[in-house]
């Protein structure tokens, strides 16, 4: 079995990402150009909507969470998709040509969609960085970092008296006496071997 602890040592960094009617959270964004407008990559599962709303988009946005920004950004983001809900409308936002962009986070970059690469699960799209701006002094959180101290970020307070199943990869709770073998993981498609069962 592959230990996945391996791949949360890759320093990564925490991000929102955002495009016109869509948002989700993002660790896989790397800076792959340099230059006067870097270009930025992201992966994107297959199965999130922010992924098919990407491909006919024209300009996207990534927003830096920090170590001091609240975690439920990242159950609003990362735990439900835009295709159920507007995950804007508790959330402070500026907007650029319908792209919004969350005001509470460290800053964000505005890209230009210039390519696309597939693979089986996801789809990396490279951006060229048209504007950035910080909005506040704040460290950015690294992925590995939340792998850490998940519990402390998210404020993960499972039920009491019910029985939890919390995915070790990104936080997800699952409520149930026992977990299906076949069961995947909504948010980030891990197994079941993945969760760890929490009684309170
Ligand atoms: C900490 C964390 C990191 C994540 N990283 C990624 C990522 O790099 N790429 C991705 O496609 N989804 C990632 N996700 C999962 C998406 O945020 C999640 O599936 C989201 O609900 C998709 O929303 P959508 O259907 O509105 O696009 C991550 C989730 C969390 C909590």
Redesign the pocket.
Known sequence: MKNEKMLHKISQG?YVLSTQK???????VSQVGGGDHPLISV???KK???NEVMHNTTHFAISIFGKNNDGSI?QT???????DVDKFKDVESIEINGVQIPADLVGYMYLEKIDTIENDT?TIFIGKVIEAEQFKEDEAMTYQY?QEHKEEVLKLKTESGKTAWVCQV??YVYYGEELPDDYECP??TVGKSYFVKQTK
């Open positions: 925490m869509a948002a989700c959270f993002v660790d896989a992966a994107v599962m999130n909507y922010t990242i983001f990362g735990f439900q998709s835009s295709r996801h939340y990104c936080g948010v980030c």
